[in-house]
């Protein structure tokens, strides 16, 4: 081992470049990408940190593109360029554009994104009006315990402390096209084997259930205000930088390379879930769960890897978003299908809602093993060490009552919600019980041969339902501790089972980012002229999602967006 001084990671360049085989770099690169040098690095032996990347590459990251001044079709010049027009960047672009400020929009597909509802906002007017006040240093301390330390407080803050603005700001825009607020109180009782905190935050706009939403009203404010501002069908390839500075970024467009030069540049560019090669390298407990994409197809990470060849550094430790609804036909395994960038999970359905509820699960051995009663992950996660990595759901003719009582929160309420408006449970999970994946059965005998269960695993499977039929009538779960009111009986025809694994929806790490979104180097320096908000950026999260905080993924890539073109136009 070397004996330089160790950096801020704990990792000295000499150590991380000539101790360790070099055969292991590549592997090890991935999590290293912009770890390695320190401050402390004596000047005859600094180096770029493009340099370090060039050392330690990992191959998901590869070379940034080469392209020549002469390939530059056309320049333009803003003072500020936001790159991608998802929940971040449409908050600061709409931001911006109140603001009148000279700005760019510059998003790849040709339209705005599917807005994602729930956006988490703490202590907005009208949560503190039905009586929902969060305590804001205990959810604070909350977030920092499911990233066990691996975020940023201070990044974390911005989003408590400025959310309740983003609602006084965005809520007269959706009030103004019809739509009313609903803020969604959780149910007065515990959830999970353990205590989690359940604030309440969960803002949405679906009243009525119609056109406009949120990402709609906010380009329609940006095309009224500034039209000339949004360009759809730019591409970032990478950004402009130079000596530590970030200067721009150039595209591809229909028109062939552009390049943006701007004051300051913004990616908000999403995460990396389309991207199978960085999720195989940087997330295999995630792509060792789940057998089913809801993600967005334009987020592959380009954003990201932009962000580390100018400078910047991401979180050394994973982050995925994953459901547990991907609802798949007997004997299918988690985990991509084919190489390369054409893996894909194997699963056809993206989100089967029922699979949320804390119905009982079992494994290929026909066994029970975790509490289903916990944020959607954990379960996913739990799974993901089991045969396959899948998971099945069994329940009966009873399950609409079930369901109701089992009052879970968060986007799995619309079952509850569905069945309390009569729904039957068929209906409620039609899209699995076309495709042929709702096995439906008069007997658990029957059902346990439909649902591939042979020989032991047959016999393991039997005697699960008996044992928990008990501990529903004793109310006691006594192998893994579900609270007695999210027990059920499986005795009431028709039985059904329905095979799942989780359902990758985005992922959460990112460049290393301070309160104020600006992308921080390897010595925790703020790039010049670049920022980054919402799943591009880091320091929020780690590990996991953590769902009972609900709402708080858009919550926080809205409000960081809003966030840093309130700061460049001097109003923060
Ligand atoms: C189905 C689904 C439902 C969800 N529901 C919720 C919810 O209800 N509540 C919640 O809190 N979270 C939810 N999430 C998570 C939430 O969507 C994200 O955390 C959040 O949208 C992140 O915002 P963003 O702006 O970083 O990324 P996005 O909203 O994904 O936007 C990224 C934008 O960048 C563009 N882009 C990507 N690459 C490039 C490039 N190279 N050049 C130019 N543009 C590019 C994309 O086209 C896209 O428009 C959901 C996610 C999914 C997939």
Known sequence: MGTESTSRSGISR????????????????????????????SKSESTSNADVIDSASPSWLGAEPEIAESDITKTEETDFLVIGAGTAGMCAAGTAAELGMNFILAEKNDKVPETREYLG???????????????????????????????????????IDESAELFDWIDPKMQAVGKQVVVDMPADHETGGTDYMLPVLQHVWLTPYSEPMRNDVLLSLVQEKSPESVHFGYELVKLVHEDGKVMGA???????????????TLLATGGYPANPVMMNAL??????CCTASS???ADNGTGLK??????????????????????????????????????AFPGTIYQENIGSQPFMKVNRNGVRFANESAPYDTFCFQAGQQPGGVWCQIFDGNASEDIIRFSTIGCSAFANQMMAAGMPVEEFVATSRDAGFLKKADTIEELADMLGFEGEAKTNFLEQVDRYNQQFDAQVDDDYGKEAYRLSAIRTAPFYGLWFGGTLLTTIDGLRINGD????????????????????????????????????????????????????????
């Open 14 to 41: 000499r150590s991380f470049l000539t101790g360790a085989a070099l055969t292991g770099v590549a592997a090890a690169g991935a999590s290293l990408v912009g770890c390695s040098p320190s401050s402390s690095t």
């Open 121 to 159: 906002i703490v202590n907005s007017k009208a949560a503190l009006a039905q009586g929902g006040e969060v305590d804001s240093m205990k959810l604070l301390n909350e977030l920092t315990r499911y990233a066990s330390g691996k975020c940023n407080q201070d990044v974390i803050k911005v989003w």
């Open 250 to 264: 150039i595209f591809n467009t229909s028109e062939g390379y552009v390049q943006i030069n701007a004051k300051n």
């Open 283 to 288: 997330q295999p407990a995630a792509v060792g």
């Open 295 to 297: 993600f967005n197809p």
């Open 306 to 343: 932009a962000g580390i060849w100018a400078g910047g550094v991401k979180d050394p430790d994973a982050a995925p978003m994953i459901f547990d609804r991907g609802a798949v036909e007997v004997g299918v395994d988690c985990g991509y299908v084919g190489e390369g960038d054409d893996a």
């Open 517 to 572: 979104c600006q992308v921080l180097d390897i010595n925790g320096a703020p790039i010049e002229g670049l920022y980054a908000a919402g799943d591009v950026s880091g320091s929020f999260f780690s590990g996991n999602y953590p769902e009972y905080i609900v709402g708080v993924a858009s919550g926080r890539s809205s409000t960081q967006g809003r966030h840093v073109a309130r700061k460049l136009a001097g109003d923060l």
